[in-house]
DNA sequence: CTAATCGATGCAATTTTTTGCACTAATAGC
DNA sequence: GCTATTAGTGCAAAAAATTGCATCGATTAG
């Protein structure tokens, strides 16, 4: 969707290849903008047709090139110019919650495994993003522009995945009395 | 993604033609599963093929044909094996988050101004959704076991619009130092 | 030395989603 | 009666995302 702007933004404040974007996207901005490394490769070759980017090839000691990706001040302007376009949002598919629609007797058990499973998963994001914030984030209030507004991104992870928690519990809670009462 | 199991889940009930479920999907399943008349159209003829769904045309006076689609024993016996499969989810892509980390002061009055309008829609669908459950699941322990699931789907969207209003308010306030301190 | 392996790069086919249009039949305005 | 509009159905091209491979060097095992 914006998968351009969303390398752009990434590089910023360093000029990064492919590999390497791929790497990041698995780490900070990859938190709420998933990509696949064959995505990006031809992302990047798109933006340096238009100009966006300039590559250059590094060589490099034992390993093969590799091409190095920087915006130019084209693409700079057109990320500044892009944030006052149109906003879209593609709202989360869940397949879980499809799946609820579905409930019957024959498969809370199962559906309860999940949430569960879920649930784990969410609460180790959530360590994570703690963490994060714990250690570069302290204070935002007394962060320069552009880092609240990167706290802001991870914060808004964090309020998700504790909704998320809280709502697994209500969740429980309510499919613990269908098998509890259904016996077996 | 699971577009397939979405319309066979709409079609429990009741069956329905191409455009009801496309107007369907705009109401209950569609409020964590958008979709387009064109793909849900397409996914009719395919889930038809396979057997899943039967066809049947319906004469209507004055108004074009339409043809009604209902499950098939095969078809619902394919949805209920379908949720003992994996589960895939589809995280928000969401372009003000990427407008975030690109925060300046040149655009932090806009960007304002887009979380101000985001929070605004976002609780005109959380009154909805209260309404919903106010007037349809009122006591969510009584309700049948299949109930009790989508009872939960509606909960999710509840507690997500609830989180996102506290990000919100959270943002808000720390932009509002922004602009406070730059003055003009 | 040769073959198997690995990490980085990337092409290309397939599938999914989006976008834009087109046809049909009723309805409304003139 | 004729044209414009609207609701329901659907095709088809384009764009985006996914999946599966393919290459290219260096590295390791035999």
Redesign the interface.
């Known amino acids: ?2 998968l351009a ?2 390398i752009m ?1 990434s590089l ?1 404040d360093a000029d990064l290849s492919g590999s390497e974007l791929a790497r990041d996207f698995e780490k900070s ?1 990859g938190f ?3 990509s696949t490394h064959q995505q990006i490769y031809q992302e990047l070759r798109k933006l340096a047709d238009k100009g966006w980017l300039n590559k250059r090839e590094v060589n490099q000691s034992g390993k093969p090139n590799k091409n190095v990706y920087g915006l130019t001040l084209a693409g700079r302007e057109a ?2 110019d ?3 376009g149109p ?22 058990e ?2 309860i495994g ?1 949430i569960t499973h879920r649930r784990e998963e969410v609460m180790q994001r959530l360590y994570l993003y703690e963490a994060i914030r714990r250690r570069h984030y302290d204070d ?2 007394s962060l320069p ?2 880092h ?6 991870l ?2 992870g964090i ?2 995945g ?3 928690l ?2 697994c519990d ?2 429980l809670t ?2 613990a ?2 098998t509890g009462s259904s016996g077996h």
Not at 93 to 107: F, Q, R, V
Not at 148 to 153: I, N, R, S
Request: glycine fraction near 4%; proline fraction near 3%.
């Open positions: 969707m914006a702007q969303a933004t910023l901005m709420f903008w998933q990320l500044a892009w944030v006052f906003t879209k949002v593609q709202p989360t598919k869940d397949e879980l919650l499809l799946k609820l629609y579905n409930l019957s007797d024959d498969n809370v199962h559906v999940e935002p209030g522009v552009r609240k507004g990167v706290y802001l991104a914060a808004s309020h998700q504790e909704q998320f809280s709502w209500e969740a309510l499919l009395t269908v």
